[in-house]
Nanobody, 123 residues
Framework: QVQLVESGGGLVQAGDSLRVSCAASGRTFRPYVMTWFRQAPGKEREFVATISRSGGSIYYADSVKGRFTISRDNAKNTVYLQMNSLKPEDTAIYYC????????????????WGQGTQVTVSS
């Protein structure tokens, strides 16, 4: 069992930067693919970015490519999402998830989920 806890969300202005983190505890973190999803009010949960166990394979949603960077520190059992040039449409609850399938953008393929952290971008 792996417990995931997100942090770092908040209220920022358009164009600002923010970094959210996801700390894992319980079973070892390293074997898992780690992925960020987000869910805006009234919308379905959507894929944001994913990183493989070693960090060698990374994929982004087109909507965040060039603005967001996913990374992980296996020694700290933590995955990060650096978000730059934020837009109001990035407003959502951001969730981290752990799974085993490299490159998956499907939420139903992830076993472990955090409780989410709210990111709000004002215009």
């Amino acid at each position: 069992q792996v417990q995931l806890v997100e942090s770092g969300g908040g209220l920022v202005q358009a164009g600002d930067s923010l970094r959210v983190s996801c700390a894992a505890s319980g079973r070892t973190f390293r074997p898992y693919v780690m992925t960020w999803f987000r869910q805006a009010p009234g919308k379905e949960r959507e894929f944001v970015a994913t990183i493989s166990r070693s960090g060698g394979s990374i994929y982004y949603a087109d909507s965040v490519k060039g603005r967001f960077t996913i990374s992980r520190d296996n020694a700290k059992n933590t995955v990060y999402l650096q978000m730059n040039s934020l837009k109001p449409e990035d407003t959502a609850i951001y969730y981290c998830a752990g799974g085993v399938k490299i490159g998956s953008n499907r939420s139903d393929e992830y076993t472990y989920w955090g409780q989410g952290t709210q990111v709000t971008v004002s215009s």
